[in-house]
């Protein structure tokens, strides 16, 4: 029963667009949605969040999105640079967080 | 403060042997976690402390599985007679009182290999 999922393994993008990456979810209790970024061999570092109740929710390059009516959170970067490449996980809260299964991002300079 | 600690950083272990693994969080956070990452996964629950009260175990937490945090301070991860399926990345996490959703803070992960 997977309750947060990402969709699309990899992405490839072009230094200087938008990266835009998805994330569904199918548990209507989830209260915040976050982003983390990971890289190898480090654990995954806190990048943005949105709570259930709002649509959007934006910090420098990263913008979130959340259609609560679709169950499906967006994730924009834009511009994108090089050291955006990493594996970037959503999450959902309840009492704990659940996690989807990251999508690669490369970004090509 | 220098964030949550997870200490080894690598484990190689012959399969059937017993580890151990210790994670000190951020002091004032009373929650802590246990995830575990697979290759191509992302983090999968395991378990979470309020405190030193283990409050919930994920169906993955198997008998061999034991987690304690006796103090309610640091905790300690023990797998029993180890599986080569064990092999993967355990991660901590912690988190403050009011749940404030930027304080979820992991550590680097214990990455453990079973031969």
């Known amino acids: 029963d997977q309750q947060v999922k990402q969709n699309s393994p990899s992405l490839s993008v072009q230094e200087g667009r938008i990266s835009i990456l998805n994330c569904d979810y199918t548990n209507s209790m989830f209260d915040y949605f976050l982003w983390y970024k990971k890289y190898p061999a480090e654990g995954p570092t806190f990048l943005i969040s949105i709570s259930s109740i709002k649509d959007k929710n934006e910090d420098g390059r990263f913008t979130v999105f959340l259609n609560k009516s679709a169950k499906h959170l967006s994730l924009h970067i834009v511009p994108s640079q090089p050291g955006d490449s990493a594996v970037y996980f959503c999450a959902a809260r309840a009492e704990k967080l659940t996690f989807g299964t990251g999508t690669r991002l490369t970004i090509i300079p | 403060d220098t964030g949550v600690s997870q200490d080894p950083r690598h484990k190689i272990t012959k399969r059937g042997q017993n580890v151990t693994f210790r994670c000190d969080p951020i002091?004032?956070?009373?929650?802590l976690y246990w995830y575990r990452q697979t290759l191509g996964q992302g983090p999968e629950f395991l378990t979470y402390?309020?405190?030193?009260?283990?409050?919930?175990k994920s169906r993955l937490l198997s008998d061999r599985f034991s987690a304690e945090r006796p103090k309610g301070s640091f905790s300690t991860l023990e797998i029993q007679r180890t599986e080569q399926g064990d092999s993967a990345m355990y991660l901590c996490?912690?988190?403050?009182?009011?749940?404030?959703?930027?304080?979820?803070?992991f550590g680097s992960g214990t990455r453990l290999t079973v031969v």
């Open positions: 002091s004032e956070h009373n929650r």
């Open positions: 996490a912690s988190s403050p009182p009011d749940r404030k959703i930027d304080g979820y803070t």
């Open positions: 402390f309020q405190n030193e009260a283990q409050l919930e």
